[in-house]
């Protein structure tokens, strides 16, 4: 899918609100560095782990998708207003959730579930 020009028209998609949800739901509606609950308006947020700019082809991919609070996003990004310097290492996901359990749908650990 080609994004649109304007960032905010990619956010707008239902392709983007579907695939929001599902990270959210994957993430159990908690911050992956603090685990703190971000269900309730405006709590949530679901960042690109590499920017739609940077890697367009992996802007609506799941795997690429992570829940942070709005405490962590800021610091997750220099753009932000309390954000300082450059993404943080810490936060990128590995390919594990906080259990231990492969974070790809398709890996075999996870078939049957």
């Not at 020009?5 to 509606?29: C, Q, S």
């Amino acid at each position: 899918m080609p994004l649109p020009r304007r960032a905010g028209g990619f956010y707008d998609t239902p392709e983007w609100k579907a695939l929001r949800r599902l990270a959210l739901i994957r993430d159990g509606y908690r911050c992956v560095i603090c685990r703190c609950d971000v269900r309730g308006k405006g709590k949530a947020r679901v960042d690109h782990i590499h920017s739609i700019h940077a890697r367009p082809d992996l802007a609506l991919v799941l795997s690429n998708l992570r829940v942070l609070c709005v405490l962590h996003d800021a610091q997750a990004h220099r753009e932000k207003p309390k954000g300082k310097g450059a993404r943080d290492a810490r936060f990128v996901i590995r390919g594990a959730d906080a259990s231990g359990m492969p974070i790809d749908p398709a890996h075999p650990w996870l078939n049957g579930r």
